[in-house]
């Protein structure tokens, strides 16, 4: 499905990734590794946020190194940030229906529902600092759910998720990699997480040290 080439990142002579060669098919792929070893730049290049300093991505065979955030969403390419953007004048019902990629209207109930919200008292919400971060989160997992994506990336999804949303979390992952079908991409710490997934990359220093489950005996 997505093909990464010789993925370098440099900032300010400070390399972040260094020659990342990676191919991720239609499976759960969890990538862990220390703070600071590159997971999540690795995670926003693949979407677009940011442009790799050498290397090359493929996307179905098509090479999209250079294109749009827009255009990778375009194309089948999900992500679900780890700080969720707050549109101020929106409700959480208008940012569903936008995510929504079919025609049910109960998908949005089930997808809300799914997060551990309860439609009846937070379809309507402002998108408003009467959110807490976590459930930003959860609204944001939720519209991952609703876009069906081809690739959908998630950077440390548990953040200010608790433990009764946690386990709800590790649920809805089985139920798209069983569902919906398609890759998905988790950046993680969570053992948990990492026990469900079909592979497990772990970085350091910016390089892929490994690339299975024995590597939960390594993480910090």
Known sequence: MIRLEHICYVVDEKVILDDINLELGSEFIA??????????????????????TSGKIYFEGEDITNLTIDERANRGIGYAFQQPVRFKGLQVKDL???????????????????????????????????????????????????????????????????????????????????EIGGGILVISHQERILNIADRIIYLKDGKIQDDAQDVLETID
């Open 96 to 178: 569903l229906e936008i995510a929504n990629s079919s025609d049910d209207r109960n998908a949005i109930y089930g997808a809300i529902s799914a997060v551990g919200l309860d439609p009846k008292l937070y379809l309507r919400r402002e998108l408003n600092d009467t959110l807490s971060g976590g459930e930003m989160k959860r609204i944001e997992i939720a519209m991952a759910v609703l876009r069906r994506a081809k690739l959908s990336i998630f950077d440390e999804p548990e953040a200010g998720i608790d433990l009764w949303s946690f386990q709800n979390l590790i649920h809805l992952f089985e139920h798209m990699r069983e």
């Open 31 to 52: 990538i862990t590794g220390p703070n600071g070893s590159g997971k999540s730049t690795l995670a926003k290049i693949i979407m677009g946020l940011i442009t790799p």
